[in-house]
């Protein structure tokens, strides 16, 4: 089947109903290709892909809470929770409650977790080579995509 072109300004409304002139169906496919992309990168390392991500977290400041984790990678903790007690199963992570207020729970690399971050180095630069783009241009490219998820955050309606 030939592919579409987007349309012009000038094309039609239905041309827009195109699969490819869809931004949704654009950012979907392409996040389930980065992700397989980062699986075979991650097994080495024991970690899947959302593993991956709590650890960057992690790695960027030791000692959150878990509610400030899922705030930054806006993940409630009904989906946290595994994520961590896998993490902390492989001894990477550590669960503490917070002696100041109980019902906090705080998240401390352990050694492991601290040493996997040396060996985790290789995986920007992997993905640099599988994308073709140098890590200037990824860079570039992540901060045009959060400035759109932030617009796209800012115009949604609120819950009341």
Known sequence: MARRHPPTEHGSTADWLALDSQLC??????SLAMTKAYKPLLEPLG?????????????????????QL????????????????????LGFVQRLRDSADE?????????????????????PQA???????????ISDLAQRVRTLRDQLTASSPRAA
């Not at 169906?25 to 392409?30: D, I, M, N, Q, T």
């Not at 970690?47 to 509610?67: K, R």
């Not at 993905?127 to 241009?137: S, V, Y």
């Open 25 to 30: 169906f654009a950012l979907y496919s392409a």
């Open 47 to 67: 970690l899947t892909y959302p593993q991956y991500l709590v650890m960057l977290v992690l790695w960027e400041g030791d000692g959150l809470t878990v509610s």
């Open 70 to 89: 899922g705030d930054r990678l806006t993940l409630d903790s009904g989906t946290l929770t595994p994520l961590l007690k896998r993490l902390e199963a």
């Open 103 to 123: 019902r906090r729970v705080l998240l401390q690399l352990t050694a492991g977790g601290r040493k996997l971050k040396t060996r985790a180095l290789a995986v």
């Open 127 to 137: 993905i640099a080579c599988a994308t073709a783009c140098d890590l200037g241009q």
